[in-house]
Structure formats: structure tokens, C-alpha cells
């Protein structure tokens, strides 16, 4: 198991929290290691120990955003999560709810939208990956599936939180999952299609 340095784990969530703060009031373009040194409350020499710029700082930010919907994605088996109406839904409100206006920020802002195309990739990437591993369809197959589920579950994310919809939390649930659903059964069927 890798060892993680706690000074290390502690300056990170320094600089994540600074970034989210940052993020509500500052064009990406503008925002500076120096500012977000400043806000984070660490030393500009402490930054570039772990990260070259911003741009990489931001990338560690998504990888960790990633990485996180993905463990929520797959906390249960995947045939049984699937199988499972609206379980992967409440999984992934739950963790947006968290930070609500940083996540409604990079999934609608022009500005920051790009980081959450690359949260996207990143998921997609490795549940198409878990897709493969756990039914008995191509790795094409797999790839359209994962893709399928998680642009349709953000864009639709999108869409309510712009206000867009007239919906509450149950019914936006409900359309998310017959959506889903519908377009996953015609590529997987998650109580018969075991792999052998």
C-alpha cells in the first residue's frame, strides 16, 4: 500500500480548497500560483515542489474528482449497481451535492467547462473499462456504454442545475434512469450477460 505523506495530503486540500474559492470569482486564465498560494496559505516554493503550473495543479484536481466518481461508480459490484435503479444516480448527487456550486461552476461555466470535459473522459475511460470486465460485450461496446451513461447523466446534470427543468430531485431521477436504462439494455442485459 503506497505510503501518503500527511504534509503532502494537507498542502493539497490547502491548494484544492483555494482553487474552489478562486474559481467562484476568477476567470481560470487569471488565476496565478500566487494567488492561489496566497489564499491556500502556503509558501509559492511549496507549490512548485509538487506542481509545474497551474495547469497541472488542475489536472490533479481532476484525476481526484475522477477518480472519486469512479469509486462511487463501481462501490458495488457492477451488475448488481446497474441492476439497481437509480443507485449510480443517487451516488453521484450525493458527491455533487458536496460541493454544489464549485461542480454546477465547471459543468456550466465556459470558462471551466473544459475541466469537467476531462472529468468526463477520465470516468468514462474507466468505467468502460469496469463495463468489459463484468459483461460479455466488446471493448467498443463497453466504450459506447460508459460513454453513453456518463455524458447523458452530466448533460442531464447540467440541464437541472441551469434551472432548465421544472422537476424535483424524484422525477429528474426517475427520467435519468429510464433514460439509462433504456439505452444501456439494448447493448447489456445486467441479470443474464455474465461473463464466463
Known amino acids: 500500500m503506497k505510503k501518503v505523506d500527511l504534509r503532502v495530503q494537507k498542502t493539497n486540500q490547502a491548494l484544492q480548497q483555494a482553487f474552489r474559492e478562486l474559481a467562484s470569482t476568477t476567470s481560470y486564465r487569471n488565476i496565478t500560483?500566487?494567488?492561489?498560494?496566497?489564499k491556500a496559505q502556503i509558501n509559492r516554493k511549496t507549490f512548485y515542489l509538487h506542481y509545474d503550473s497551474i495547469e497541472d495543479f488542475s489536472d490533479t484536481v481532476v484525476d481526484e474528482i475522477a477518480e472519486k466518481l469512479l469509486q462511487l461508480m463501481v462501490e458495488k459490484p457492477l451488475r448488481q449497481g446497474l441492476a439497481e435503479p437509480g443507485y449510480i444516480f443517487d451516488k453521484i448527487l450525493d458527491f455533487f451535492q458536496e460541493s454544489r456550486e464549485f461542480y454546477t461552476l465547471m459543468m456550466t461555466s465556459d470558462d471551466y467547462s473544459?475541466?469537467?470535459?476531462?472529468v468526463e473522459t477520465k470516468v468514462a475511460k474507466g468505467f468502460s473499462q469496469?463495463?468489459?470486465e463484468t459483461f460479455d460485450i466488446s471493448k467498443l461496446d463497453a466504450f459506447v456504454c460508459a460513454n453513453f451513461l456518463i455524458r447523458n447523466t452530466l448533460m442531464l446534470f447540467r440541464i437541472y442545475n441551469e434551472n432548465r427543468m421544472t422537476l424535483d430531485r424524484n422525477e429528474f431521477r426517475d427520467r435519468l434512469i429510464r433514460l439509462d436504462s433504456s439505452g444501456l439494455s439494448s447493448f447489456i442485459d445486467v441479470k443474464r450477460n455474465i461473463r464466463q
Do not use: D
Open 33 to 38: 500560483v500566487k494567488e492561489l498560494t496566497e
Open 114 to 118: 473544459f475541466l469537467s470535459r476531462k
Open 130 to 132: 469496469a463495463i468489459f
